[in-house]
């Protein structure tokens, strides 16, 4: 940005003095007028320049300090943003984990047996286990 504006500016003042001396030449003046208003307008035009330059510079440097303000503030509320996904994604693995735990718990009763039950299939092994040895012995 401050390149294009150093050239745009260059030119500017090229095409100014260019024109002052072709404005100048063409002027029916004498010598010694000629070279007093060429001179004259040299020095303001150098003045005009060094002041547009200066001008240039201090808005730059604002526009520069204006970016850094708005990419810090952005940067900060990145940031906010950021732990705030991170506190919803803990919230929802909780969340989730605890569901699971709960369907877990409900399940757990209905897929394995209960003491009791396990109790009464060692019983009727065992008994099917004796009749048969005893059909065996009686044999």
Same mark, same amino acid.
């Given at each position: =940005?401050?390149?294009? %504006? ?8 090229? !095409?100014?003095?260019? !024109? &002052?001396?072709? &404005? ?5 003046? %004498? !010598?010694? *007028?000629?070279? $007093? ?10 003045? /005009?320049? %060094?002041? !547009?330059? @200066?001008? #240039? ?5 604002? +526009? =520069?300090?204006? &970016? =850094? ?8 509320? #990145?940031?906010?943003?950021? $732990?705030?996904?991170? *506190? @919803?994604?803990? *919230?929802? +693995?909780? /969340? ?9 718990? @409900?399940?757990?009763? #209905? @897929?394995?047996?209960?003491? &009791?039950? /396990? ?10 286990? /004796? ?7 009686? %044999?």
């Amino acid at each position: =940005m401050a390149e294009s %504006s150093d050239r745009f500016l260059k030119g500017m003042i090229f !095409g100014g003095i260019v !024109g &002052a001396a072709i &404005a100048l030449l063409y002027a029916p003046k %004498s !010598g010694r *007028e000629l070279r $007093d208003d060429i001179k004259k307008r040299s020095d303001d035009m150098k003045e /005009n320049a %060094s002041k !547009g330059m @200066t001008d #240039a510079r201090a808005v730059a440097a604002h +526009l =520069m300090d204006e &970016a =850094m303000k708005k990419a810090d503030i952005l940067s900060k509320q #990145a940031e906010q943003l950021i $732990d705030e996904a991170k *506190e @919803t994604a803990a *919230e929802l +693995l909780r /969340n989730a984990e605890s569901k699971i735990d709960e369907h877990l718990a @409900t399940e757990a009763p #209905a @897929t394995e047996p209960s003491h &009791a039950e /396990n109790k009464q299939k060692q019983r009727a092994h065992s008994r099917r286990k /004796n009749s048969t040895q005893k059909q065996s012995s009686d %044999s």
